[in-house]
């Protein structure tokens, strides 16, 4: 009977693991939309003749030419317009990739996917895409990688183990938390 209930409480334990990482996770979503929303990808012609900003979706914000790009001609504004904005939207799907991936975790490999895509888009490869996405992702503090467990004791803290985090808060918990704690509340 013991070891049922210590099974059933390792369980519980998980499952409310389970709701505050995804509490977490939605938690991040305001941010997550917030930054979106502000994302601007530029980028210019080798000569500096023509710019594109762009913004989330690749949606264009704003051309500029210089007065040396439209004296060039039609055919050569059009050729340097479109290698140019072809960079510019490619910038915004990959910061908009970092983004995501940072609030939602990799699960997915979306920089991956994005990256891979683009290369065969843009007859590159996946590395010279990934050195792009270097240079172009702003320096910014990242958030931290989730806490690696795998070692550490379970039932008894080793010797020069912190000590144990503050407990949570005893009123406004998630809604799992509520909903959990309500349902063990009842009376039958």
């Known amino acids: ?31 997550m939309q917030q930054q979106l929303s502000e994302l601007r990808a530029g980028a210019s012609s080798p000569d500096g003749g023509v710019t594109v900003v762009t913004g989330p ?3 264009v914000l704003d051309v500029k030419f ?58 590159t490869t996946v590395e010279e895409m990934r050195s792009k996405l270097a240079e172009e992702t702003p320096a910014r503090e990242r958030p931290a990688a989730p806490d690696d467990f795998s070692e550490e004791r379970v039932l008894r803290p080793s010797d020069d183990a912190a000590p144990p985090p503050a407990a949570p808060p005893a009123a406004g918990g998630s809604a799992g938390d509520t909903f959990l704690k309500n349902l063990f509340d009842e009376e039958d």
Do not use: Y
């Open 57 to 59: 979706g690749g949606a």
């Open 66 to 123: 210089t007065d040396a790009a439209l004296a060039k001609g039609p055919q050569a504004l059009s050729a340097a317009l479109m290698t140019t904005l072809r960079e510019a939207v490619g910038e915004a799907a990959r910061r908009q990739a970092v983004l995501v991936q940072e609030h939602l975790g990799d699960d997915l490999g979306l920089v991956d996917q994005v990256l891979e895509t683009q290369a065969e888009a843009f007859g």
């Open 1 to 31: 009977m013991a070891a049922e209930f210590e099974r059933l409480v390792t369980e519980f334990e998980r499952f409310q693991s389970g709701i505050r990482n995804v509490d977490e996770r939605f938690a991040g979503l305001g941010a």
